[in-house]
């Protein structure tokens, strides 16, 4: 069975950092994109980033771009979200997510992230301002 396990979420000052963490087991990991999707209260879940197989091709979201960086170890089958200079908008929950495709990360038409194959329990983090 494919089992995503989140962790590291928390409560943090603004302009702190957190990392996440992901450990992904039951999959081959080349032939899927593994990230992140985050949802604060009242709003809908949005993709945040991804690494790809291959040449391990990433992705952020305009609002974390310059901030957040994902990577992943291969041989502990663990994706890792580095997050920096949080701000209070950072605040949400955040969710591991695995999918062959990529856009649902990008919010793309026809590929809202109710449609992402795979998910793993969700991850709170605060930011306080």
């Known amino acids: 069975d494919v089992q995503l396990q989140a962790s590291g979420g928390g409560l943090v000052q603004a302009g702190g950092s957190l990392r996440l963490s992901c450990a992904a087991s039951g999959f081959t990991f080349d032939n899927y994109a593994i990230g992140w999707f985050r949802q604060a209260p009242g709003k809908e879940r949005e993709g945040v980033s991804y690494?790809?197989?291959?040449?391990?091709?990433?992705y952020y979201s305009v609002r974390v771009k310059g901030r957040f960086n994902i990577t992943r170890d291969k041989v502990k089958g663990t994706v890792y979200l580095q997050m920096n200079n949080l701000k209070p908008e950072d605040t949400a929950v955040y969710y591991c997510?695995?999918?062959?495709?990529?856009?649902?990360?990008?919010?793309?038409?026809?590929?809202?992230?109710?449609?992402?194959?795979?998910w793993g329990e969700g991850t709170l983090v605060t930011v306080s301002s």
């Open positions: 997510a695995a999918d062959r495709n990529i856009l649902y990360w990008h919010g793309s038409d026809g590929y809202r992230p109710d449609g992402v194959a795979y």
């Open positions: 690494i790809r197989n291959g040449l391990d091709t990433t």
